[in-house]
């Protein structure tokens, strides 16, 4: 986000409360961190996931909010929000397998998702600095980059009032 200048603002919007995705809680009435939720993507001109890999996938988290908003199904708040992915690990192949399978949840949510480039980054000792930095200059630089591109991506694909037919 430090890298995105001044262009662009974040909301990080809190995930851990949310509850467990289950029908008969939907039924009995949205609950409360879901509506929070709801309201704050509801509100995002675009979407940055920044993600992890856990068994070659995403996170239960992100899932299960990702499940949440597309509830119910006449009310999806994905549907036509502009999406980029990014992520970061450990593994040599940083977080690919995530973003495949989250790839193939965007397009059944009906999110426009920005193919290139793509940020898998592998985290080294010293990449990132204590204060939170990015030390190496070229990754520095692609980020900065990838950045400039997502805000392209956001104005070029954000909701506009469609025209009716008749």
Request: proline letters at 6%; zero cysteines.
């Amino acid at each position: 986000m430090r890298l995105a200048g001044t262009d662009l603002s974040f909301d990080v919007p809190q995930l851990d409360d949310l509850p467990l995705f289950n029908q008969s809680l939907l039924e009995a009435g949205m609950p409360s961190p879901v509506l929070r939720l709801r309201k704050s993507i509801e509100a995002a001109d675009g979407i940055l996931i920044v993600t992890p890999e856990h068994n070659r996938s995403i996170t239960a988290l992100l899932k299960n909010s990702l499940d949440w908003l597309s509830r119910p199904a006449n009310a999806n708040s994905w549907t036509g929000k502009p999406v980029a992915i990014a992520g970061a690990s450990l593994g040599r192949l940083g977080t690919v397998a995530a973003q495949q399978h989250l790839r193939a949840i965007l397009g059944y949510l009906d999110m426009p998702t920005m193919g290139q480039p793509e940020v898998y980054l592998q985290l080294t000792a010293g990449m990132i600095t204590s204060d939170g930095e990015i030390a190496d200059e070229s990754t520095k630089a692609f980020l900065q980059g990838y950045m400039q591109k997502f805000h392209r991506w956001v104005r070029t694909h954000s909701r506009v009032a469609e025209p009716v037919l008749g």
